[in-house]
């Protein structure tokens, strides 16, 4: 075999050492011949890491996974042509969620597209708007001007990918034959530095909001009485401080969603409403917690009722802060706040201690006049406070009572299937401080959102909440578990069918993970949508039951298997699973329809113990 031209193993060997000097320390890498001279100076390179992913698919979502529990760019590697294509998928999330990924797709030189040659597809600016920034690399030469050139390009790419918003940046890479690199060039990775430099430095700060705004906002706020902080999906270490420091300062209570990292950890409890889905849900409780001001950090919380509810008070200021883009899909935020949120939460915290309340704030009065007055004249009855109690007081009150009813409706019955919604409920028990969960979507994040309190033991918690699919969730998640010690997945089975073959990454990497499949054989939340009104089609159009055998799946891919039949076997199982490492599934069947009446039961059961204090 002929080693390829030093030129070409130069110029890919700078390419990844500027990436890896960018922060760049881990690759997933697929096989494929156009791009071995990524795969092996990428496996040569002692400040990289290199993860073998056969399928590129599944290779995309544990970049996405790894990336995610890192906090830092992953590098994809992927030969010529539909193999980059299966990355679509992963790059769509990435993008969405705000995931940093340097995606490198091999491609044919210039000369050899659109000319009907093998394995090529038109592969530069493939993923259009969803990437950060792309480019179209030259093919490689060894003169200084280009090796400084790949140099920059790489720089450049870690830089983008890492900068707030994080995000996907994709390469396309023409190499051409010979293929080979030359592995015993004198200086390998050392080619187009500037002397006496490992690297270029890109720096770059949190983002600060415009000068006098805080100021002002402070002004603007500093009497409101009924202000309400909502924390969707997000992952910013040092944020859980300081907001449970903001609403320490405002009296506002914080609803928190399952994926904002709010719910676990050191910074308390005291201010945080985790049971808002349940009670959002009835009309009169939503109508009566009547806030003048909400102020919402990060994504869209996945709870439809607290959708529901910003509708409902449409007259309430609505204010959104984030680090960038665009993430305000109800229509009706009053402003955009762009700027780091820990940072905001700290500036505005300390500017409300400076700050006096505008005249005729409504702090300390009864708001909405007489109705208002009655209104809170029965809160105050039927939580047992006098009528001036706080704002802060009467959401911890209602959530309080929200919490007692699910503990209660979520035990056993020994005449009804084991519940869903139960799974995390025990999770929140049995998961080890510092350990992680990666949800998946339709159910089990909506379940978690309800289910899952509080506790003071962390746990990080991951979804893919960017472009919501059922796709990729089981590489991902093996992908957090590269990172991640004691990393458990919960997940529907068709999101487990949709990404099963990511299990061979476990094998092939050597990784834990504990995977809690929760079968109701088919789609379980189209039972809970119009669609399941249908007498015709609904089973073979939503429905879906795929009766596979999972435990077979498991004897596949070498894991352990349990099916769990009871809520001690379930724990007996987890307890395993956490105690000897490696692979593991446990199954809980459950059935579809009992699912949609225990829910609804559990809905039902919280609106009656909240009557008296809505007033109903």
């Known amino acids: 075999m002929s080693a390829g031209s030093t030129g070409q193993t130069l110029w890919v060997a700078a390419l990844l050492d500027e990436l890896a000097a960018g922060g760049v320390k881990n690759a997933v890498v697929s096989p494929g011949s156009r791009s071995t001279p990524l795969a ?23 970049a996405l996974g790894l990336a995610k529990a890192l906090r830092e760019p992953v ?80 720089a450049r790419a870690a830089a983008v990918a890492r900068e707030a918003p994080a995000g996907p940046v994709h390469l396309n890479v023409p190499l051409r034959e010979p293929l080979l690199p030359e592995l015993n060039v004198p200086g390998l990775f050392d080619a187009g530095r500037l002397p006496g430099k490992p690297g270029i430095r890109v720096s770059s700060g949190r983002r600060l909001p415009e000068e006098g705004r805080i100021s002002g906002l402070a002004r603007e706020l500093a009497g409101i009485r009924r202000g309400l902080i909502v924390c ?13 420091a903001l609403s320490g300062r405002t009296g506002w209570p914080i609803l928190a969603d399952p994926l904002s990292q709010m719910r676990s950890g050191e910074h308390g409890a005291a201010c945080i409403i985790e049971a808002y889905d349940a009670f959002l849900r009835d009309g009169a409780i939503a109508e009566a917690l009547k806030p003048e001001l909400i102020v919402r950090f990060g994504a869209m919380p996945v709870s439809k009722p607290f959708l529901q509810y910003v509708e409902r008070h449409r007259d309430a200021r609505y204010l959104v802060v984030d680090t960038g883009g665009w ?24 500017a409300l201690d400076r700050t006096e309340p505008e005249a005729g704030s409504s702090a300390g009065k009864p708001e909405g006049g007489a109705d208002g007055r009655a209104r ?43 519940f869903e919604g139960r799974v995390f409920a025990e999770l929140r028990e049995l998961m080890p401080s510092g350990g992680a969960i990666v949800v998946g979507n339709s159910m089990p994040v909506r379940d978690m959102d309800t289910f899952f309190a509080c506790r003071p033991d962390p746990v990080r918690i991951a979804g893919n909440r960017g472009a919501n699919g059922i796709d990729g969730l089981v590489s991902t998640a093996l992908g957090f578990s590269a990172a991640r010690n004691k990393t458990v997945l919960v997940l529907g089975d068709l999101s487990f069918y949709h990404d099963m073959n990511g299990l061979l990454a476990a094998k092939l990497n050597n990784l834990d993970l504990t995977v809690v499949l929760i079968n109701n054989d088919g789609g379980g939340i189209f039972s809970f949508l119009p669609q399941a009104s249908m007498d015709r089609h609904f089973e073979s159009l939503f429905g879906t039951p795929i009766g596979l055998d999972f435990a077979k799946v498991a004897e596949l891919y070498d894991a352990s298997y349990a099916l769990a039949e009871d809520w001690p076997a379930f724990r007996r199982a987890f307890g395993h699973a956490m105690e000897r490492g490696g692979l593991h599934l446990i199954e809980i069947k459950t059935d579809r329809a009992m699912n949609v009446k225990q829910h609804r039961r559990i809905w039902q059961a919280v609106s009656e113990r909240l009557k008296g204090w809505s007033g109903k």
């Open 40 to 62: 092996v100076l990428a496996a040569e390179h002692a400040g990289l890491k290199v993860w073998l992913n056969i399928d590129e698919r599944s290779a995309g979502f544990f």
């Open 75 to 154: 590098a994809l590697i992927c030969t010529s042509g539909t193999a980059a294509a299966n990355y679509w998928p992963a790059v769509a999330e990435a993008v969405l969620a705000r995931v940093p990924l340097v995606v490198l797709t091999a491609d044919r030189p210039l000369e050899l597209r659109d000319a009907g040659a093998p394995q090529t597809i038109f592969q530069a600016d493939m993923y259009g708007r969803h990437v950060k920034w792309s480019f179209d690399l030259p093919v490689p030469e060894g003169t200084e001007t280009m090796l400084r050139h790949a140099r920059t390009v790489a």
């Open 232 to 244: 969707g999906p997000m992952d910013e270490p040092g944020f859980a401080e300081a907001v449970t």
């Open 327 to 350: 993430r305000e899909p109800s229509l009706l935020a009053g402003e955009m706040v762009f700027a780091d949120p820990v940072l905001f939460c700290r500036l505005l915290a300390d």
């Open 376 to 418: 809170e004249s029965a809160v105050a009855s039927a939580v047992g406070r006098p009528m001036e109690a706080d704002w802060l007081e009467t959401w911890r009150s209602v959530n309080r009572e929200t919490l007692a009813v699910l503990a209660e409706e979520c035990r056993e019955r020994e005449d009804e299937p084991l």
